[in-house]
C-alpha cells in the first residue's frame, strides 16, 4: 500500500522588486515568491521516480516564511496518509485539512493558513492527475457530476446553492462538451494581458507595451490606477489612444479607494471606456461593492483575487456586487473551493475571469478555466484569463499564448513544479539569485 | 533617546484539552496558547527596569507557531524605532504595521498575520499606558476626542461613519463622564459567565456550575450547543430549571450551521427562552446573519469573536444583521481597530459584549468595555463582557470579580503581562508543562 511519506517546503523568492515589475498602488515593490509544497509518495510515477504532487502559496515577498510554517503546521494531517484512499476522496482530504479544529482558529478558511492548506490541496491535486495522467482541466472534466459536486465543502453554501441544483447545472453542461473540447484545442481560452499597465512604467513604455500587446493578438488589456488621478486619466487616455475603440481596456486601483471615492474616481476614467473597474474597494467589502456597482454602471466591477473563500464569493453574486468574478488558484482553499466558487459563479450567471500573474498563477487558473468551460458554465463569452508574461521560464510545463489565448495544457499534472534548478537557485536567503542581490536581503 | 530595541516571542501553550475545559461544537479539544510578544526598549520603567509592552495572539494550540512567525515577520517595522515618537502617534505604528506592502498580501487584514500585528499593537498599547501610570482603559479615556479618532485607520469606513461624525460622538460622551468614572470604580463592569455551559459537561454537572454561577451574581450565564439537537434541547430545559425565568441563557452554536439550520435549530430552543444565539453560521457572512436574524426574532443574533477586522463589523452593522457585537481584543487589530469597531457600534447603536475567555482575553478585553463606558457609547444598558474562570493565575495582573462584575484594573498597563514562571513552565514544546504531558506532544 502506497502512501503520502513527507510534506517537504520551500522558501522561494524572485527579486522582482529591482526592476519596479508588478508596481501597483497598493503593491509598490513586490518579490514574487512561492511557499513551495512537495507532497512525497512511495508509489512509483509516470517518469520512474516516485509520484509525487506540487503545489505553492503565492506572496509577493515578506511574509512568505510565515506561509510556510503554515505549510509545515499541516503536517500531522498529510503525512502517513494512504495514497489510493486521499485520491479516491479529494473532497475529504480538503475538509480534513481545512476542518482541523485547533488550525481553523488562524482563519477560518482565511489568510495564511487558508492559503497554506489551498497550495496543499492543489499539490494533491496534481498528484491525483499525474498520477491519472492527464492534466489537471481534463482530469476534473472527466469526473461525473456527482463526484464534481463531493469535492466541494457545502456548509455555509446552501442559501445560495443546494447540492441538488449543482447536479443539475453540472449535468445539463454535458451538453455538447465534445464540440467545446474540440475547439479549446484548436484555439485555447482568451486572455488578457496587464503588461502594459503597472503603475511603474514611463508613459512611453505604457503606449510601446499598449500597442505590442494588440499586435500580440490580445482583445483586451489592463491598466493599474489609483495612485493619482491626472496620470490616471492621463495614462487612460494614451492607452484608448494607442488601441483604438475596439480593444477593452480594464482598470485596476488594487483597493485604494472607499465607496465615494471609488464611484467619482472611476466616473472620472469613464470618457475612455474602461471595461470594468478592479479591486475598487476591501475585498471584504460585500455591501461596498454592491454600492460601487451602482454607482459606476454600465463600467462593470470585478473583484475576487484577495476574496478569502466561498463565503465572501457567494455573498457578492447574492448581493449583486459584482459583473465579473475573478478567482484565484492559490488563495482560496484550492481546487475544491474553486470548484463550488465556479458553480455559484454559472448559478448567478457571472462570468469568471481568474486573476493572475505573479509566479505560477498562469500556469494553474488556465486549468481551471479550461474546466469550467467543458464542465461548468460551459460558456466563453465575456471571459478571459490574466495573463502577465513573467517568470514562467521557472516551470516545468509554462504556459503557451498564441494570438491572445491560452493553449491547453497537454502534460499530466496541475502545471505547478518548479523546475529543480529555480528552487534552488531562488531559494531564500540562500540562493543564487539572492546572494547577488545581498544589499536587498533584510 | 528612548527607542524599541527588541521584538522578543514566545509559544506559550496550556494543555488544556486533557480536562476538556472549553470544549464546543467546534473546538472539541483547545489547547489555550498564547503567541506572546514582548517589546523591549531601553527607558527607563517604573520598576527599575527598562519599560516593556507585553501582547499575545490568542490560538488554541496546534498553528500557534505560525502567529509567532508571523509577529517575528513584523520585526523590520518595529525594532531601531524612537519610543517617544511611536508613543505619540500609536494610530500611525499601527497603520504603519498593517499596511506593510509584502506583508498584507497575507491578509489584508485578517488571520494570522492580521492577528500578530494585533498583538504587537496591543503591546504597544500596554507600553503606552505603563509609561503613563495608568490601567489602559483610563489612558484611552484621557484622550481628547481628536487623539482617538486619529487612532483609527478610516480606510474602508467612511460610507458608514466619518471622522467628523466620530469627533461629535466622543465629544457628546464626555457629558456626564465622572459620575460613570465613579460608578464603575464602585461598582465594576458586568460580566456573564460560560463556565457551566461546555459541551464536554455532563448534565450534572452543568446544573451544578450554573446554580454556582447564579449564587455567585451572575445575572447571564452561556451554554454551547450545535452538536446535537436533542442534547441541547435538554440542556436548555435543565438550565432553565435551574436558574428560573430572570436570569439570561445565551447560546452559543459556534459556525455549526448553514443559515436554514441555524433558524430551525434556534426556534426548537426558543420555549426555554435564550437571550442570543452566538455565532450562528460563518463568521464572514453578512447576509447570512441578517437572515437568521430575521427568522429568530425576537432571540437576538451575536457574533464577533471571528470576525476578521472593522470592514466586516461595518457590514454586519449596516445590514442590520446582529443584535448584540462581541469584539475580541486579540483578533481584529489590536486596540486602535477595536476603538473604531467601538466607535461603529455606538453609531450604530448596537450594544457591545466581548468575547473572552481564552487565555488571557477576560484581562485585556475588560480595559476596551470600561474605555467604551466612559468615552464611547456611555451606556452599559445589555452590555456584559464574557468571564471564564480558566488560567487567570498565570498573569501578573489578573481580572477581579465581584458579585457578577469585572473590578476596574487599577495597575498601569494593559494586564497583558505573564508571570515570569508561567512563561517558562508553559513554552512549548520543552516547558516543565509540556515534559508531564509529553504523550499529547504531536
Same mark, same amino acid.
Given at each position: 500500500?502506497?502512501?503520502?511519506?513527507?510534506?517537504?517546503?520551500?522558501?522561494?523568492?524572485?527579486?522582482?522588486?529591482?526592476?519596479?515589475?508588478?508596481?501597483?498602488?497598493?503593491?509598490?515593490?513586490?518579490?514574487?515568491?512561492?511557499?513551495?509544497?512537495?507532497?512525497?509518495?512511495?508509489?512509483?510515477?509516470?517518469?520512474?521516480?516516485?509520484?509525487?504532487?506540487?503545489?505553492?502559496?503565492?506572496?509577493?515577498?515578506?511574509?512568505?516564511?510565515?506561509?510556510?510554517?503554515?505549510?509545515?503546521?499541516?503536517?500531522?494531517?498529510?503525512?502517513?496518509?494512504?495514497?489510493?484512499?486521499?485520491?479516491?476522496?479529494?473532497?475529504?482530504?480538503?475538509?480534513?485539512?481545512?476542518?482541523?479544529?485547533?488550525?481553523?482558529?488562524?482563519?477560518?478558511?482565511?489568510?495564511?493558513?487558508?492559503?497554506?492548506?489551498?497550495?496543499?490541496?492543489?499539490?494533491?491535486?496534481?498528484?491525483?492527475?499525474?498520477?491519472?495522467?492527464?492534466?489537471?482541466?481534463?482530469?476534473?472534466?472527466?469526473?461525473?457530476?456527482?463526484?464534481?459536486?463531493?469535492?466541494?465543502?457545502?456548509?455555509?453554501?446552501?442559501?445560495?446553492?443546494?447540492?441538488?441544483?449543482?447536479?443539475?447545472?453540472?449535468?445539463?453542461?454535458?451538453?455538447?462538451?465534445?464540440?467545446?473540447?474540440?475547439?479549446?484545442?484548436?484555439?485555447?481560452?482568451?486572455?488578457?494581458?496587464?503588461?502594459? @499597465?503597472?503603475?511603474?512604467?514611463? *508613459?512611453?513604455?505604457?503606449? =510601446? $507595451?499598449? &500597442? !505590442? #500587446? /494588440?499586435?500580440?493578438?490580445?482583445?483586451?488589456?489592463?491598466?493599474?490606477? @489609483?495612485?493619482?488621478?491626472?496620470? *490616471?486619466?492621463?495614462?487612460? =487616455? $494614451?492607452? &484608448? !489612444? #494607442? /488601441?483604438?475603440?475596439?480593444?477593452?481596456?480594464?482598470?485596476?486601483?488594487?483597493?485604494?479607494?472607499?465607496?465615494?471615492?471609488?464611484?467619482?474616481?472611476?466616473?472620472?476614467?469613464?470618457?475612455?471606456?474602461?471595461?470594468?473597474?478592479?479591486?475598487?474597494?476591501?475585498?471584504?467589502?460585500?455591501?461596498?461593492?454592491?454600492?460601487?456597482?451602482?454607482?459606476?454602471?454600465?463600467?462593470?466591477?470585478?473583484?475576487?483575487?484577495?476574496?478569502?473563500?466561498?463565503?465572501?464569493?457567494?455573498?457578492?453574486?447574492?448581493?449583486?456586487?459584482?459583473?465579473?468574478?475573478?478567482?484565484?488558484?492559490?488563495?482560496?482553499?484550492?481546487?475544491?473551493?474553486?470548484?463550488?466558487?465556479?458553480?455559484?459563479?454559472?448559478?448567478?450567471?457571472?462570468?469568471?475571469?481568474?486573476?493572475?500573474?505573479?509566479?505560477?498563477?498562469?500556469?494553474?487558473?488556465?486549468?481551471?478555466?479550461?474546466?469550467?468551460?467543458?464542465?461548468?458554465?460551459?460558456?466563453?463569452?465575456?471571459?478571459?484569463?490574466?495573463?502577465?508574461?513573467?517568470?514562467?521560464?521557472?516551470?516545468?510545463?509554462?504556459?503557451?499564448?498564441?494570438?491572445?489565448?491560452?493553449?491547453?495544457?497537454?502534460?499530466?499534472?496541475?502545471?505547478?513544479?518548479?523546475?529543480?534548478?529555480?528552487?534552488?537557485?531562488?531559494?531564500?536567503?540562500?540562493?543564487?539569485?539572492?546572494?547577488?542581490?545581498?544589499?536587498?536581503?533584510?
Amino acid at each position: 500500500m502506497a502512501g503520502i511519506t513527507a510534506l517537504e517546503t520551500h522558501d522561494i523568492r524572485f527579486p522582482t522588486s529591482i526592476e519596479l515589475d508588478g508596481s501597483d498602488a497598493m503593491n509598490p515593490d513586490p518579490d514574487y515568491s512561492a511557499a513551495y509544497v512537495v507532497l512525497r509518495t512511495d508509489a512509483p510515477g509516470p517518469d520512474g521516480n516516485p509520484l509525487a504532487g506540487h503545489g505553492f502559496v503565492f506572496t509577493i515577498g515578506r511574509g512568505n516564511e510565515v506561509c510556510v510554517a503554515a505549510l509545515r503546521a499541516h503536517e500531522h494531517l498529510v503525512v502517513g496518509r494512504d495514497l489510493d484512499a486521499t485520491l479516491a476522496d479529494l473532497g475529504g482530504f480538503a475538509r480534513d485539512l481545512t476542518g482541523d479544529s485547533q488550525l481553523r482558529w488562524l482563519g477560518p478558511e482565511k489568510g495564511a493558513i487558508h492559503m497554506a492548506a489551498a497550495a496543499i490541496i492543489n499539490a494533491a491535486f496534481d498528484l491525483a492527475s499525474t498520477a491519472a495522467g492527464k492534466p489537471l482541466w481534463r482530469y476534473l472534466a472527466d469526473l461525473t457530476p456527482r463526484e464534481i459536486v463531493d469535492l466541494v465543502d457545502w456548509r455555509y453554501l446552501t442559501d445560495a446553492l443546494t447540492p441538488d441544483q449543482a447536479l443539475d447545472l453540472l449535468t445539463k453542461a454535458r451538453e455538447g462538451r465534445s464540440e467545446r473540447e474540440a475547439e479549446l484545442h484548436a484555439h485555447g481560452y482568451p486572455a488578457y494581458t496587464t503588461a502594459p @499597465g503597472w503603475l511603474g512604467y514611463s *508613459d512611453d513604455k505604457l503606449v =510601446r $507595451l499598449t &500597442r !505590442e #500587446a /494588440v499586435a500580440d493578438g490580445f482583445t483586451q488589456i489592463k491598466l493599474k490606477v @489609483g495612485a493619482n488621478l491626472g496620470d *490616471d486619466v492621463r495614462r487612460m =487616455r $494614451l492607452a &484608448r !489612444e #494607442a /488601441v483604438g475603440p475596439d480593444i477593452r481596456i480594464a482598470v485596476d486601483a488594487n483597493q485604494r479607494w472607499d465607496v465615494d471615492a471609488a464611484i467619482a474616481w472611476t466616473r472620472e476614467l469613464a470618457p475612455y471606456q474602461p471595461w470594468w473597474i478592479e479591486e475598487p474597494t476591501s475585498p471584504d467589502d460585500v455591501l461596498g461593492h454592491a454600492a460601487v456597482r451602482a454607482g459606476v454602471a454600465p463600467i462593470k466591477v470585478a473583484t475576487g483575487e484577495h476574496v478569502q473563500n466561498r463565503v465572501v464569493f457567494k455573498q457578492l453574486l447574492q448581493a449583486g456586487a459584482i459583473d465579473i468574478l475573478q478567482l484565484d488558484a492559490c488563495r482560496v482553499g484550492g481546487v475544491t473551493e474553486n470548484v463550488a466558487i465556479l458553480l455559484l459563479a454559472a448559478h448567478f450567471g457571472i462570468p469568471v475571469c481568474p486573476h493572475a500573474g505573479g509566479v505560477g498563477l498562469c500556469e494553474v487558473v488556465q486549468h481551471l478555466s479550461m474546466f469550467d468551460y467543458l464542465a461548468v458554465s460551459a460558456d466563453k463569452q465575456d471571459r478571459v484569463i490574466e495573463y502577465v508574461d513573467h517568470l514562467h521560464e521557472h516551470f516545468v510545463d509554462p504556459v503557451r499564448i498564441r494570438d491572445g489565448y491560452y493553449l491547453a495544457p497537454s502534460i499530466p499534472g496541475f502545471s505547478a513544479r518548479m523546475r529543480p534548478d529555480s528552487l534552488a537557485a531562488y531559494a531564500f536567503p540562500d540562493g543564487a539569485a539572492w546572494s547577488r542581490h545581498a544589499e536587498v536581503v533584510r
